[in-house]
Each structure stands twice: as structure tokens, then as C-alpha cells.
């Protein structure tokens, strides 16, 4: 009975280690001033999808900087959470509807302007949680 009690206290444990790897999608990036209602509409569109699906209100958290503050670049920041790589799986292959819109902005001056990904104009980092 004792090993029975291990055997599952032991599994029960890493499958919730393993279903709960929290991790953070994080951008910095600059949206130019005339892009950036374009930028507002695009990720509302984007939030109403995921939020339709289930994944809750205001998935992707966006963030500026006071218009008075000194630094000049990287002033906008977003974020998202997730609860493991399946969820952000999950999350990105919603439907074909999420899929258009981002191929759509892909096309766009957000895309060439904004999403560049190119760790000068635009950070993007993967982060996990560090238990310590």
C-alpha cells in the first residue's frame, strides 16, 4: 500500500511539474506614431479572437511609456502569459480566422515596421519562471 502511495504521489508530482512550466512571451519594440492605431485595432482584433476561444480577456497585455519619458526607443511593451509550451501551441493555431489576421498584418507596414524581430528594433524573449 505504501509504494502504491509513492508510485502516485510520485507521478502526481511531475505531471504537475510538467503541466505547469509558466512561461511569458515578452516584446519590446517601437510602433511609429502613425501605425499605432493601426497596431491598437490590430491586437484588440487579436485579444477578441483568443478571448472568443476561451483564453480569457486581454490576452496579450500591452504597455508605453509616458510620452515625457526620456528613452527614445523600445517604448512599447507586450506581454502574454502561458502555462506550459502546449498551451502557447495552443494558443497560436486558434483558427483560420486568427490565422488570416496575422497573415494580413504579416503583409502589412505592422509587419515590416513593427514585428521585426530583430533584437535592435524589436526584443522578443521566451521566458520561464525560475523557482527559487
Given at each position: ?7 502516485t ?24 506614431e502613425k ?29 508605453k ?39 494580413k498584418?504579416?503583409?502589412?507596414d ?23
Amino acid at each position: 500500500m505504501k509504494k502504491i502511495f509513492f508510485i502516485t504521489l510520485l507521478l502526481s508530482i511531475a505531471t504537475l511539474y510538467a503541466q505547469n512550466q509558466e512561461r511569458l512571451s515578452v516584446h519590446f519594440f517601437d510602433i511609429p506614431e502613425k501605425l499605432e492605431s493601426d497596431f491598437l485595432k490590430f491586437n484588440s482584433q487579436v485579444n477578441t479572437i483568443l478571448e472568443n476561444a476561451g483564453y480569457g480577456k486581454n490576452f496579450y497585455k500591452l504597455y508605453k511609456v509616458k510620452k515625457e519619458d526620456e528613452n527614445k526607443t523600445l517604448r512599447y511593451f507586450q506581454i502574454s502569459s502561458y502555462t506550459s509550451d502546449k498551451h502557447y501551441e495552443m494558443t497560436h493555431n486558434i483558427s483560420d480566422e486568427y490565422k488570416s489576421l496575422w497573415d494580413k498584418m504579416w503583409d502589412s507596414d505592422l509587419g515590416k515596421k513593427v514585428w521585426t524581430f530583430d533584437n535592435k528594433n524589436h526584443i522578443y524573449r521566451k521566458v520561464f519562471r525560475v523557482y527559487n
